[in-house]
């Protein structure tokens, strides 16, 4: 049975930054490389939107919002996927999820739709 447990959230000032790993059980090393794999957050009130997306064959794709500061990436042998934040701005608060699809994912993945699995979530707090 898969399971996604995220982890590295907190509290942190404007400017900060923050590392969130997601540990995924339930796969071979075959089975977890071969996945596509995301983060999306969900702010209080809003809708779940993806935030940066890595397909089974190494593509990586990210939302206008935090280009050139976040940087999802993925360790295939730990089973780790890891989302670095930078140049944190209070508009990134919100719980952050992981998820997971067996396969590949299209339009950029950052589509919620396409994912099967998800993660609890993490809570990011970013403050003036």
């Known amino acids: 049975q898969v399971q996604l447990v995220e982890s590295g959230g907190g509290s942190v000032q404007a400017g900060g930054s923050l590392r969130l790993s997601c540990v995924a059980s339930g796969y071979t090393y075959i089975t977890y490389s071969t996945n596509s794999m995301a983060w999306f957050r969900q702010a209080p009130g809003k809708e779940r939107e993806g935030v940066a997306a890595?397909?089974?064959?190494?593509?990586?794709n990210y939302a206008d919002s935090v280009k050139g500061r976040f940087t999802i990436s993925k360790d295939n042998y730990k089973k780790i996927l890891y989302l670095q934040m930078n140049s944190l701005n209070p508009d990134d608060t919100a719980m952050y999820y992981c998820?997971?699809?067996?396969?590949?994912?299209?339009?950029?993945?950052?589509?919620?739709?396409?994912?099967?699995?998800w993660g609890q979530g993490t809570p990011v707090t970013v403050s003036s």
């Open positions: 998820a997971a699809v067996p396969g590949r994912t299209v339009a950029g993945g950052l589509n919620r739709g396409q994912y099967q699995y």
């Open positions: 890595f397909d089974n064959v190494g593509n990586t």
